[in-house]
């Protein structure tokens, strides 16, 4: 795990934005176990083969999590945003139950192909 995006991570001030941020960080290498991380554009973005798969950030009321190579993907409705090119986005905002397994499952799906 790249030290940047530890230091990304501790450096969240607010607690339940760090705990999502760290699970999900965790979510990621248990699905994608060749990805490698690194910090740019200021947040933690997700690679393999070179090839972007997420990226995680944070704003003032949600964490957003973005899965690339996902044009194909079938999600349930209302649950994402359409990315620019072929990225998909979630919003976290606090108290809502984030379905790490919906999340998991989406990210492998997009990942297998790179």
Same mark, same amino acid.
């Given at each position: ?13 607010? $607690? ?12 990621? /290498?248990?699905?994608? $176990?060749?990805?490698?991380?690194? &910090?740019?554009? !200021?947040? $933690? /973005?997700? +690679?393999? =083969?070179?090839?972007? %798969?997420?990226? &995680? ?9 973005? &899965?690339? =190579? ?19 986005? %979630?919003? +976290? $905002?606090? !108290? ?6 919906? +999340?998991?499952?989406? +990210? ?7």
């Amino acid at each position: 795990m790249n030290e940047e995006v530890t230091k990304f991570i501790a450096q969240i001030k607010v $607690p339940w934005q760090a705990e999502i941020c760290s699970k999900l960080r965790q979510v990621i /290498h248990e699905t994608v $176990p060749d990805v490698t991380e690194r &910090i740019q554009y !200021g947040k $933690p /973005h997700f +690679l393999k =083969n070179g090839k972007y %798969t997420a990226v &995680i950030s944070t704003a003032k009321g949600w964490v957003s999590f973005s &899965i690339f =190579n996902a044009a194909a993907l079938e999600v349930p409705e209302g649950q994402f945003e359409a990315g620019s090119g072929d990225r998909l986005t %979630t919003k +976290l $905002p606090e !108290g809502k139950t984030v379905d790490y397994e919906l +999340l998991s499952s989406l +990210l492998k799906q997009a990942s297998d192909s790179l």
